[in-house]
């Protein structure tokens, strides 16, 4: 863990980002979060308002038609929106998610296939690798690729499948050599137009009711040749690699919802008496705002140092991009619980965001890989 190439700079474009989407998100989608959470709708709003202003997917390279925006942007576009609306930020999130295999490891003619439709907002993109009996241990799943002349036929069914029936490009994973195991894995890109390709009803969840999680089902489904990304047998080591770039994109997700609950807590002390005294004047809920403020800025610090060391594509990304996930994650779980406190009667009613902030929170701790599997990734990087 060498910490002298660990530093970053936030560039005056960042912040000017960083205005930018606050702004949008303040005014076209804060607006809507409570009744697209209410609802459990998919935010229209949101995803027209972000494609409108080029927010969507903002690290599409140039020559895709892209804004050619660095990892560190992306965090900070997600952040900002998770701030108003976590569901929303799903929209920048899963964008990234979808395509960083693509960047990662797809030949050109794939990325010219897929990309430009992405940079445009015409198609969003979602990512499959999670089953049903093949979540943690990803390595175990079961749906399979054959090849059937110059076409790929895949089958089986993936599961928690983020904006599924939402995006039209979907990465996927899936076993196209069960003797070699983790290295008989591959990954294809699969369009929802695609013969045999179909997705099943929305997941009733805790939180996040604006994104739809849903299984999306192969059967025989039939794909041309070349949509297979990189070479057979490396589906497995693309995935991983890809959690690597996106794992520090749901920490800044976890900051942005944390920060929102802490804005909320910070306006409702400082407006709020008790006996005749400001909340904000009792030095144990003072303790409690200081507290929750000093873990939020020590999550984001490591996020943004995760995403510069991924955006400078070092080698060795595993404990600090598992590091950054976790310390974030469970940095939103307990700023968002404490928002609810410190709110009281008040926090545990819809007439106030935090109820739901805390809500959405605690996803964060369960995808792309369980914190307690990140706590064995840090562990093994540590230990080997």
Not at 152 to 170: L, M, V
């Amino acid at each position: 863990m060498n910490s002298e190439f660990d530093s970053y700079r936030l560039s005056d474009e960042h912040e000017a980002l960083r205005e930018a989407v606050r702004d949008l998100a303040t005014k076209e989608i804060a607006p809507h979060a409570a009744d697209v959470d209410e609802e459990g709708r998919y935010p229209t709003e949101a995803r027209d308002a972000l494609t409108r202003a080029g927010f969507h997917a903002v690290i599409i390279p140039e020559e895709y038609g892209g804004q050619g925006a660095d990892e560190l942007a992306g965090c900070i576009v997600i952040e900002e929106v998770a701030r108003a609306c976590a569901s929303s930020s799903l929209i920048p999130a899963v964008n990234g998610l979808g395509m960083t295999p693509i960047l990662l490891s797809a030949s050109d003619d794939v990325k010219k296939q897929v990309l430009p439709s992405i940079a445009s907002g015409e198609a969003m993109i979602s990512y499959g690798l999670s089953e049903r009996e093949a979540g943690s241990d990803a390595a175990a799943m079961k749906t399979r690729a054959r090849r059937d002349g110059d076409d790929w036929i895949i089958d089986g069914t993936k599961c928690w499948i983020t904006n599924a029936g939402e995006s039209s490009w979907y990465t996927v994973m899936a076993v196209t050599d069960p003797e070699k195991k983790a290295n008989g894995i591959s990954a294809f890109v699969v369009h929802s137009d695609d013969p045999g390709f179909s997705v099943g009803p929305k997941e009733r969840k805790l939180g996040i009711k604006g994104s739809p999680t849903r299984e999306i089902y192969f059967e025989g489904c039939r794909i041309p040749g070349d949509r297979i990304i990189g070479a057979e047998g490396t589906g497995f080591k693309t995935a991983l690699r890809t959690l690597d770039h996106t794992r520090p994109t749901i920490g800044a997700q976890a900051i942005g919802i944390a920060q929102g609950a802490l804005d909320v807590a910070i306006d409702y002390v400082k407006e709020r008496k008790q006996f005749g005294t400001r909340l904000a004047d009792f030095q144990g809920l003072q303790f409690m705002i200081a507290d929750m403020a000093m873990k939020v800025e020590a999550a984001r610090q490591l996020v943004y140092v995760a995403a510069s060391r991924a955006e400078r594509g070092e080698s060795d990304l595993g404990f600090i991009s598992s590091a950054a996930k976790t310390m974030a994650s469970d940095t939103a779980m307990a700023v968002t619980t404490d928002a609810v406190q410190l709110l009281g009667g008040a926090g545990y009613t819809r007439d106030f965001p935090v109820e739901r902030m805390m809500r959405d929170a605690k996803i964060t701790q369960i995808y792309e890989g369980t914190n307690q599997i990140q706590r064995m990734v840090m562990a093994r990087n540590l230990l080997r």
